[in-house]
């Protein structure tokens, strides 16, 4: 399964970013997906994750509220939209897929990485 986030971009505290990631090779409704970040000396973390089918979702709490995550089988697609951006969001945002479907709720379940797409928030 190859993956390719993007969307990324410099926008100000408040404001909100969809990014995409697109997933070829495999069969996309075999895997959950998710979305992690990592800033600058730190560890990469969890953020949200959705099951095959969209139904059932996992946020990290510090996004709780703020950001949702959407896929769209049709299209490979996942997406994640962020509103009220603050400045502690900004990072690497990096999607994965896990080989299991329902919904995972960390980073332990990933096993297939896409590049990182950076957002950076100013305050």
């Known amino acids: 399964v190859q993956l390719q986030a993007s969307g990324g971009g410099l926008v100000q505290a408040g404001d909100s970013l969809r990014l995409s990631c697109a997933a070829s090779?495999?069969?996309?409704?075999?895997?959950?997906m998710g979305w992690f970040r990592q800033a600058p000396g730190e560890e990469r973390k969890f953020v949200a994750a959705?099951?095959?089918?969209?139904?059932?979702?996992y946020y990290a709490d510090s996004v709780k509220g703020r950001f949702t995550i959407s896929r769209d089988n049709a299209k490979n697609t996942v997406y994640l939209q962020m509103n009220s951006l603050k400045p502690e969001d900004a990072a690497a945002y990096y999607c994965?897929?896990?080989?299991?479907?329902?919904?995972?709720?960390?980073?332990?379940?990933?096993?297939?990485w896409g590049l990182g797409t950076l957002v950076t928030v100013s305050s």
């Open positions: 994965g897929a896990s080989t299991t479907q329902a919904v995972i709720h960390s980073i332990v379940g990933v096993d297939y």
């Open positions: 090779g495999g069969t996309f409704t075999s895997h959950s």
């Open positions: 959705i099951a095959w089918n969209g139904v059932s979702t």
